[in-house]
């Protein structure tokens, strides 16, 4: 994970030569991701909120930024999970923190702090950061996997477990659950409800 975020904050690897296209912090990226948000404002008349897993702030972004400009009113929440949700201190301190990151099964979202090329960004189009517990992804795991026959890794699940907390707020609210990468031996562990 550490290696990985190194490369998000120094926007490349020595060992890889060629364009770096930030998975977060680019606008072709965020303006893709920003397709969602125009999918979900279209198809969804009723919609009132929209909750979507936060790694390095790219996929939120996009999606806040469309749904704002297509429907001003529908409000958007960012997901993490306790020990690893960065973008919620930053939000109570108004800056960038760090944190003492957690490693979870939750891999997928969660790191020591937000990136400082998207905090402006998340900053301004997100309405704040719903925290989840581990038991609570967990928990939407197994109901994703029980009622949709979905496999969601734990930081696309972790959108549906803050839908179901209530602090999205009243009326429709949709979660978006991006991501299937899950060990298969870790996924089992969560099905059969024991600790991965």
Known sequence: FDRWWRVLEEGGHPDLPGAFLHPCASRPMIAGDGTIGLELAEDLPELRAVVVPFGGGGLVSGIACAVRALRPEVRVYAAEVEGAAP?????????PVQIGRQPSFVDGIGSGTVLPAMWPLVSSVLDGSIVVSLAQVASA??????RARVVAEGAGAAALAA?????????PVAAVISGGNIDPATFAAILAGRRP
């Not at 795991?141 to 029980?146: E, V």
């Not at 839908?163 to 009326?171: I, V, Y």
């Open 141 to 146: 795991m197994r109901l994703l996997a029980a």
């Open 87 to 95: 973008l919620a201190a930053a939000l109570e301190a108004g800056h």
């Open 163 to 171: 839908a179901l907390t209530g602090q999205a707020g009243e009326g």
